[in-house]
């Protein structure tokens, strides 16, 4: 149960975090902007299905929502690569048929270790997984995530923005590719604690800074004519 209930948490707080993105950058790339909520929306699916697998807890069943997740996070990779990377089709293509053919080596080769138990999920990714998953968290998410970051505080109003972003998504990634290579129960529950409430912290700046008014120029001329009154 406290698996399904953490799973149903982490879905909601990485929801939100993608869905506040628009209000708290507006003046950065509407592109940039919608790929990466869209990035989070099927990281926030993935999250999803984990939970129903572990309320199904039936192995049968696990290998195949375990497939579905793999296919989700190879989706919210490749378009997570679009907020940056603004190649041609050809590029795409490319790079989305590479992925296809990792999910289906995978599903056909590379059996599902993950187990459930104490109402955990347990990833229990061996060696391969392990580094395939580490490396795209880390060699991919991360770079992008920290341009991201430069970006949008490059079109805030705020010169502390940057390094706030900086320090909050590099945390999240770190947070989530250590929870998803976590082996014992408490350092797995701890860690998927500390990713939620990353999120949540991350959402709640965002929203902050959607609701902080923009600065509104004095008239000139009002100026003048209240010193010229008060003269």
Known sequence: MIGLI?????????????????GAFPA???????HFSLALYLLAAAMVLWGVTVAVN??????????????LMATATLVLIRTVFYGGRL??????TFVAVLVAY??????TTAFIEDGLLHFNLQDGLRTTLLGTLLLVWLPIMLTLARRFGAVSRFEWVTPVLTLQYSLLVFATAMFMSARRP????????????LFVVATVFNRSLSQI???????????????????
Not at 213 to 231: D, L, M, N, Y
């Open 186 to 197: 408490w350092v797995i529950v701890s860690l998927f604690g500390m990713m939620i409430v």
């Open 28 to 34: 950065a790339s509407p592109s940039a902007r919608y």
């Open 213 to 231: 008014p923009a600065a509104v120029p004095q008239k000139k001329g009002k100026k003048h004519h209240a010193t010229g009154s008060a003269s």
């Open 58 to 71: 039936d192995p049968s069943v696990t290998d195949m929502l375990f497939i579905a997740t793999d296919i």
């Open 91 to 96: 590029v795409i293509t490319v790079l989305a």
């Open 6 to 22: 953490g799973f149903i948490l982490a879905a909601l707080s990485i929801g939100a975090f993608g869905a506040s993105v628009n």
């Open 106 to 111: 995978r599903a056909t080769t590379v059996p």
